[in-house]
């Protein structure tokens, strides 16, 4: 069966250190994997996407996943967080293209100033 | 990527009623998509509207408790039946962009059933 997998409920990081986010998915194929992040009350913000080529994407506000085909791992990355980084992450995989997508249980950052 | 909305943006409800959300897109999109996001949870995909045909719905959710509507390629409608405190919950449409690989999101309708 197709899953993804966000191993840590919270994630904790001082300001201006590092963050990381951890992923990972079980499907078979080429996967399509995506990070989405939702602020309080708001909806589901499209941060980054690897869908093929170099295994370091980067995307909106300073983010970046790495994809590691053979851990099945996309880990949500930024050298230097910041308080407004806040926020629910959720970790995402579609089997293909047009497919629905399957949404980790997200991991709640806090930015710690 | 394209401005989504929906309405209502939040809304109380008795239990027993009915609450139709209406997610409108700024340009013509092929696929819609509904979700639910319960309290504290992920989101799980109700159906896909596809426009001029019926809605593809996932395993757990029939069109008898979420009748959906898609009359066009910008428009789409969500309909929660017979509610029950259980269906309190964010509803989200999402639309799959020009090349299909990538869903954006509406901001939400937050629903509580008494």
Sequence with gaps: ????????????????????????????????????VQYP??????LLKYITGDNLVKGSYGFEAEFNKSQ??????????LVSDSA???????PSRDDKIIFGKGTRLHILP | SAVISQKPSRDICQRGTSLT???????????????????GQSLTLI?????????????GFVIDKFPISRPNLTFST?????MSPEDSSIYLCSVASGSGDTQYFGPGTRLTVL
């Design chain 1, 1 to 36: 069966a197709q899953s993804v997998a966000q191993p840590e409920d919270q994630v904790n990081v001082a300001e201006g250190n590092p963050l990381t986010v951890k992923c990972t998915y079980s499907v078979s194929g080429n996967p399509y994997l995506f990070w989405y």
């Design chain 1, 41 to 46: 009350n708001r909806g589901l913000q499209f």
């Design chain 1, 72 to 81: 099945t791992s996309f880990h949500l990355k930024k050298p230097s967080a």
């Design chain 1, 88 to 94: 629910l992450y959720f970790c995402a995989v579609s």
């Design chain 2, 21 to 39: 959300i209406q997610c409108q897109v700024d340009s013509q999109v092929t696929m819609m998509f509904w979700y639910r996001q319960q309290p």
């Design chain 2, 47 to 59: 159906a896909t509207a596809n426009q001029g045909s019926e809605a593809t719905y996932e395993s």
């Design chain 2, 78 to 82: 969500l309909t929660v039946s017979n």
